[in-house]
């Protein structure tokens, strides 16, 4: 097991830097950028003020337990249909709304909506793969086509709905919980 990675992971799954972290358990940067690289290892007591810092318990710190997801099957993702507004969702990482981000497939019929948001504090990315998606967002409206990538964060009331004759795609990863 390598102490010194696992520490930097944390650190950075934190958003410390070395000084940061240094500072809140009284050892330099010079010895946290030690450590991480593995060129010393900490006490027990030492890790356990680390552990502390960080949010980690030592069983958690130490469990390698089984790794993270990571290729998820068509078969695996999740389908949701409104034909009354014209869209249809398919979650295309079945265990996302535990995550960060939240990536979908939306498809919008022609004369489609998708359903209206509320402000959050969620960013969205949108890749439009086919036809064309109008975004309302508070009082301005963006239209995209194909290829068009959008990017914004949710603070006003937004809405994405068909802008053209035929069906759009849109790729839409959003953080929080936009779904």
Known sequence: MQIG????????????????????????????????????????????????????????????????????????????????????????????????????????APGGEFKEFEPSLSQTFILVLEGQILLQLGTESYKAGAGDALYYEASHDHQLSNAGPGEARCLLVATESYL
Not at 35 to 46: A, Q
Not at 55 to 65: A, N, R
């Open 5 to 108: 990675k696992k520490i930097k992971q944390l650190r950075l799954k934190k958003g410390l830097t070395q000084e940061e972290l240094g500072e809140r358990t009284d050892l330099s940067k010079g010895y946290i950028s030690q450590l991480e690289r593995d060129h010393t290892s900490p006490s027990i007591e030492t890790l356990f003020s680390l552990l502390e810092v960080l949010g980690s318990s030592p069983k958690e710190f130490f469990d390698d337990g089984p790794a993270a997801k990571v290729v998820f099957s068509k078969d695996e993702h999740i389908l949701n249909t409104d034909e009354d507004r014209g869209y249809s969702v398919r979650w295309l990482v079945s265990e996302s709304n535990e995550n960060e981000m939240e990536p979908v497939l939306l498809t919008l």
